[in-house]
C-alpha cells in the first residue's frame, strides 16, 4: 500500500505484483488541521490510522478506524503529554494484537538532549476507549534514542521492534532491540548489534 498524506486527507492505493499501481483513493480522516506523523496499519476488514496534533501546551495522539464500508469512526485521543517528541519521521502506531486488544506505541523525552527520549507502549481492552498507563519497552534509562517503533500482532499480544541507542553515549553503536507486549512488556533481546541510527524498523 502507498500513503501519503495532507492534512485530514490520506491517499491510498494498492500495488499488486507485475500491475499498474491504482489511482489513489482520498481518504478524509478526522484529524484537525494541522496534524502530522500519520501511520496506517491494517485492521481486518478496515484500516486503522494513527497521528498526532497540538494542543495548546502538550501534543496528543489521536487514531481512528475505517471499516469496510468506508466511513471512519470517530477520533479518539490515546495519550496527551507535553513531552511527546512531534517527529515526521518517528511516528505513533495503533495496531490490534492477536488478543484483540489495541496496543500504542509513540515516543516520550527522557531529557533535554535533542535524541533522548523512550519508546513506550499503551495497551487498551476496550476499543480504545481508555488506555493503560504508558510503559518503557526497554529496561535502560539512558538519556538516548529508543525510537522508529513497529508492531506486529502476536498471540497474546504483539511483538515491538525498536532501535535503541543505549550504547551510543559511550561511543557504542545503535542496535535492534525486540519485546513482546501484552499484560505487561517482556525483558528486551538483542535482534542486530549494529544498525542505521535513524531509519524505520519495518
Not at 538519556?143 to 541507542?165: I, M, N, Q, T, Y
Request: hydrophobic fraction near 45%; charged fraction near 20%.
Amino acid at each position: 500500500m502507498h500513503v501519503s498524506w495532507l492534512p485530514s486527507i490520506l491517499f491510498a492505493s494498492s500495488l499488486q505484483a507485475a500491475s499498474v499501481p491504482a489511482a489513489p483513493t482520498p481518504w478524509s480522516i478526522p484529524a484537525d488541521r494541522g496534524a502530522m506523523a500519520p501511520w496506517v496499519s491494517a485492521d481486518g476488514d478496515g484500516v486503522i490510522a494513527t497521528w498526532m496534533e497540538r494542543a495548546n501546551d502538550a501534543h496528543v495522539v489521536k487514531f481512528a478506524r475505517m471499516g469496510a464500508d468506508g466511513s471512519w469512526s470517530l477520533p479518539t485521543e490515546v495519550a496527551r503529554d507535553p513531552l511527546l517528541l512531534a517527529n515526521w519521521a518517528d511516528t505513533p502506531t495503533v495496531i490490534r494484537g492477536g488478543d484483540r486488544f489495541l496496543y500504542a506505541a509513540f515516543p516520550v523525552r527522557s531529557a533535554e538532549q535533542a535524541h533522548a527520549y523512550d519508546a513506550v507502549v499503551a495497551r487498551s481492552t476496550d476499543g480504545g476507549a481508555t488506555w493503560s498507563a504508558a510503559e518503557r519497552l526497554h529496561g535502560d534509562e539512558t538519556a538516548s534514542e529508543h525510537g522508529f517503533v513497529s508492531l506486529v500482532p502476536e498471540k497474546d499480544g504483539v511483538r515491538a521492534f525498536w532501535l535503541d541507542g543505549r550504547a551510543v553515549p559511550t561511543g557504542g553503536p545503535m542496535t535492534l532491540r525486540t519485546a513482546v507486549v501484552g499484560e505487561s512488556v517482556s525483558a528486551s533481546a538483542l535482534v542486530d548489534p549494529r544498525t542505521c541510527s535513524c531509519c524505520n524498523s519495518s
